[in-house]
């Protein structure tokens, strides 16, 4: 039965310890009604309230399964749009709070696209027939719509050389968006020599590059990048170097070719965790990615012995993703208890209808 929404304002200043003690009073209200889908990034005080966590291929797949009506989901704003797409349509997908984006994600938009498209139409003739546009999951669900629409496809961090590959068995070149290191890393994984990528500018006629150039290149990556990962350096992986010759380095591939190239391990959030959690005890790690996984895994493997450190010396968080706290979450889920569907993530059918076909596609390859 539905009732009159509670406003946030009730739940704005509730101690933390008073909003675990309404998130679970919630749950056991909902009982399997509700799953939590929670992302490796998530903030300690949300990630303890997780039914399920994984990389963003595996929680879309999780995503597609489960038989929950609703899907609160503890990431950024795409990847409850991918739930929501990939989900039954009587399920919901719902986001604690709407300002979960991702920064990444915001640097590609559908009008830079299409302007792209139309201008590679122009240098290319048929763009349709000699370019796959592949869209990293980080991007908004109209884009996913534009991948199936013109035969490409979506990748995520852990199955993008299976995905390059289906992309280049169709046509030769690959508009890759929005993220240029993903891109990179994996293409040159692949072979393609570096000269044959080419980052396209989408606030530049014809991607800042000459008609030749684009003719040339085998891979068009766009100028897009997240925040978080760019705080990496090398220096910091040979400082570290120095200090334990005997230890790993192991990155996320949405970090620079430069880090990437001096690190031992390349791979997702998921990879990450398992190749750390694989190791034998007693290993030192420098881990280049987001701060609350490598904290919460440091504290796992610390009683084998395994040292796990943070890159950068400056603290970098996915700060859209640490907006959901669980006063947010608190209010979302005593709202559903009370039959009322708050942040509700829908994507319009039409969208819904094309974004699925690259996400299906996607599910196919990987
Ligand atoms: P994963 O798919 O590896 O979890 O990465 C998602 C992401 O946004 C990394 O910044
Ligand atoms: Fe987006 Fe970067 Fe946050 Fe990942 S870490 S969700 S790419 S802003």
Redesign the pocket.
Not at 101 to 105: H, R, V
Not at 226 to 229: G, P
Not at 317 to 321: A, F, G, L, W
């Given at each position: 039965m539905q009732t009159t929404t509670i406003s946030f304002d009730h739940f704005n200043a509730l101690k933390d310890a008073q909003a675990h003690e309404r998130i679970r009073a919630a749950r056991a209200k909902l009982g399997s009604r509700a799953v939590l889908l929670v992302?490796h990034?998530q903030r300690a005080d949300v990630y303890q309230h997780h039914d399920l966590t994984g990389d963003s291929l595996r929680l879309s797949r999780l995503a597609s399964e489960t038989d929950a009506e609703y899907i609160v989901f503890c990431?950024?704003h795409?990847?409850a749009e991918v739930a929501d797409i990939l989900s039954k349509p009587q399920q919901i997908a719902i986001l604690p709070d709407l300002a979960a984006?991702?920064?990444?994600?915001d640097m590609a938009n559908l009008a830079k696209v299409e302007r792209c498209w139309r201008e590679l139409n122009e240098v290319l003739g048929q763009a349709d027939e000699q370019v796959t546009p592949v869209t990293y999951i980080?991007s908004a669900a109209d884009l996913k719509a534009f991948c199936g629409e013109h035969g490409g496809i979506v990748c995520t961090s852990s199955n993008a050389p299976k995905i390059l590959d289906w992309s280049f068995a169709r046509r030769e070149k690959v508009l890759f968006f929005p993220?240029q290191h993903l891109g990179r890393w994996t293409g040159h994984k692949m072979g393609i020599p570096l000269e044959a990528m080419r980052v396209w500018d989408p606030d530049l006629p014809n991607g800042g590059l000459t008609p030749e150039e684009i003719r040339n290149a085998r891979m068009l990556l766009w100028k897009g990048h997240?925040?978080?990962?760019q705080m990496f350096q090398p220096t910091h992986i040979a400082n570290w170097r120095k200090q334990n010759p005997d230890g790993f380095v192991i990155s996320h591939p949405?970090s620079a070719y430069e880090v990437c190239e001096a690190s031992d391990y390349v791979g997702s959030t998921e990879y990450i965790i398992k190749v750390i959690k694989d190791a034998p005890a007693g290993t030192k790690w420098l881990v280049g990615?987001?701060l609350n996984l490598v904290n919460r895994l440091a504290e796992e493997v610390k009683p084998e012995g395994k040292q796990v450190q943070f890159m950068s010396p400056i603290v970098c968080?996915?700060?859209?993703?640490q907006r959901i706290d669980p006063q947010h979450l608190a209010w979302t889920l005593e709202n559903l208890a009370e039959g009322n569907v708050v942040n509700r993530i829908s994507v319009p059918e039409h969208e819904a209808r094309l974004a699925k076909l690259s996400l299906e596609r996607m599910l196919a390859v990987s």
């Open positions: 992302h990034y990431g950024v795409f990847m984006g991702c920064s990444m994600a980080n993220d997240c925040a978080v990962h949405e990615t987001e968080m996915c700060s859209t993703m």
